[in-house]
Nanobody, 121 residues
Framework: VQLQAYGGGLVQAGGSLKLSCVVS????????MGWYRQALGKQRELAAT???????NYADSVKGRFTVSSDNAKFTVYLQMNSLKPEDTAVYYC????????????????WGKGTLVTVSS
């Protein structure tokens, strides 16, 4: 299973970026898709997730500014980031919980390689 993220880059404070992540490979079901981020010298933290049922989960620090969405038919998850702040600077990792086989009774965590988002002040 591969997760390929797109859309990172450099943006000024107050600007917007949209991240995309496409899932490919042997995956038969995905239960949760989303984004985590890791700033330099800090631990990886949840940014936003969405379940196949539509449940949303956001870090308090991004609520009202970030929007996570998915296209389940395309195995793609998006993160629209508005009103970006310098403290949003981090490597953003795409993440899913899914199953590579219908006979598997539990989800497996899969991670992308990350895409760097830099917000200048």
């Amino acid at each position: 299973v591969q997760l390929q993220a797109y859309g990172g880059g450099l943006v000024q404070a107050g600007g917007s970026l949209k991240l995309s992540c496409v899932v490919s490979g042997n995956i038969v079901s995905i239960n949760v898709m989303g984004w985590y981020r890791q700033a330099l010298g800090k631990q990886r933290e949840l940014a936003a997730t969405i379940s196949t049922g539509g449940s949303l989960n956001y870090a308090d620090s991004v609520k009202g500014r970030f929007t996570v969405s998915s296209d389940n038919a395309k195995f793609t998850v998006y993160l629209q980031m508005n009103s970006l702040k310098p403290e949003d600077t981090a490597v953003y990792y795409c993440h899913i919980k899914g199953r590579p086989s219908s006979s598997l009774a539990y989800d497996i965590d899969y991670w992308g390689k990350g895409t760097l988002v830099t917000v200048s002040s």
